[in-house]
Structures are given as structure tokens and as C-alpha cells.
């Protein structure tokens, strides 16, 4: 078993990499939020005059943007749990602060301090189900300008 200073590095180098993970989600969210909320505006400014044929590029473009957006949002995640699982396990030599947190989002009450509550609605919309909410709309919205600027119409095929 680990003696405890080595027990404390490794749950040092977690909780960084937990933080790197963390900040690392969020610039690439952010890069990915910020280019489809231009790119749906770029298609709507387009779709009230131009061309059927640019706005169904555009939106097939940014709905093709969803897949890598939801695919390195999952994968950080999965990383991020991954560190925040190997805290866990190093926290009986060193703290708590980790198992207190998942106590608290699991039971919504902290085991800690029952006056630390996470509302029922804050749980429902927890960060990861509120991310992957906004990209289904960003791909349904998307999906629907798709469909209805299709740039042929079924009696020309």
C-alpha cells in the first residue's frame, strides 16, 4: 500500500488533472458554442432571402459540427471522471472532498452538512445532461432548417 506523502502527491496530481480537464471541457465547448451560434445565425440571415442551396449547406454543416462537438464532450468527460474516480480511491489516507461531493450529488443532501442541498431541478439539470441538452438543440435546430430548405423539391426528382 502507499505510504501517505505518496498517497498526497498522487491526490495532488489528480485534483490538477481534474482542473485541467475541467478548464480544457470547457475552451473547447466554448469553441464549439460559439462557432455553431455563428453559423446558425449566418443561416438564418441567409435563409430569409437567399438561396435554398447555401442554407441547407449551412445547416448541413452544422449539424455535421454536433458530432465532434458531442464526441470530445464525452470523451473529457470520460477523462475527467476517470481522475476524479482515482481521487476517490487515494481520499481515506488523505480527505474527503471528493466522496463528500459525489454523496452530495448522488443523495442531493451533503452527508457533511445536511444544510448543503442541491435542489431537485439543479439535479435534473445537472451540468453534463444541460450540455448535452443544448447540443441536441443546436442539432434539431439545425435538423430543421435542413428540412425545410431542402434546395430541391420532390417534383423534380
Known amino acids: ?5 505518496d498517497a498526497e502527491k498522487q491526490y495532488d496530481r489528480a485534483i490538477t488533472l481534474i482542473q485541467y480537464y475541467v478548464q480544457l471541457f470547457w475552451l473547447i ?3 464549439f458554442l460559439l462557432a455553431e451560434t455563428v453559423l446558425i445565425g449566418a443561416v438564418a440571415a441567409i435563409a430569409k432571402e437567399g438561396p435554398d442551396a447555401f442554407v441547407f449547406g449551412g445547416a448541413l454543416l452544422g449539424l455535421f459540427l454536433i458530432l465532434p462537438w458531442w464526441a470530445t464532450f464525452r470523451y473529457n468527460h470520460a477523462l475527467y471522471a476517470l481522475r476524479v474516480h482515482e481521487a476517490r480511491s487515494l481520499e ?5 472532498f471528493f466522496t463528500n461531493g459525489k454523496q452530495l450529488i448522488d443523495d442531493g443532501v451533503s452527508k457533511a452538512d445536511a444544510k448543503i442541498r442541491i435542489p431537485y431541478l439543479a ?3 445537472a451540468p453534463r445532461y444541460s450540455v448535452l441538452l443544448l447540443i441536441a438543440v443546436f442539432a434539431l435546430a439545425f435538423g430543421a432548417i435542413l428540412v425545410t430548405h431542402l434546395p430541391w423539391t420532390w417534383r423534380n426528382l
Do not use: E
Not at 92 to 96: E, I, K, L, M
Open 1 to 5: 500500500m502507499n505510504s501517505v506523502p
Open 29 to 31: 465547448f466554448g469553441a
Open 92 to 96: 481515506p489516507s488523505v480527505g474527503t
Open 123 to 125: 439535479r435534473l439539470f
